[in-house]
Nanobody
């Protein structure tokens, strides 16, 4: 497993923006597929978005398409989640995840990722 440290959560009004960051202290960061998941109270952890190692390709859940953007800076071992047009239903704990070993899981599946951050709270008020 790889230590992942998230930052950037907080309280924001509906329609506002936040940027989350996730840093990894490893030299092989540029070989990892990285993902963001979220978990609202009483709900299962759900896929939000993910990015392949090169950063060229991404995939996102329909619920965030057009509003959230994932990006990465491999020189800084960091992945970002830019969240615009936030809605109250986006309120959740957001988790960064890394796939460090090959497996057959879909990129949208929790099973694909073997390292997880501690989570950061995002609260959107109406």
């Amino acid at each position: 497993q790889v230590p992942l440290v998230e930052s950037g959560g907080g309280l924001v009004q509906a329609g506002g923006s936040l940027r989350l960051s996730c840093a990894a202290s490893v030299r092989t960061f540029n070989t990892y597929t990285m993902g963001w998941f979220r978990q609202a109270p009483g709900k299962e952890r759900e896929f939000v978005t993910a990015i392949w190692p090169s950063g060229v390709s991404t995939v996102s859940a329909d619920s965030v398409k057009g509003r959230f953007t994932i990006s990465r800076e491999n020189t800084k071992n960091t992945v970002y989640l830019q969240m615009n047009g936030l809605k109250p239903e986006d309120t959740a704990v957001y988790y960064c995840a890394a796939q460090t070993r090959n497996n057959a899981y879909s990129i949208t599946s929790r099973g694909r990722y073997d390292s997880w951050g501690q989570g950061t709270q995002v609260t959107v008020s109406s």
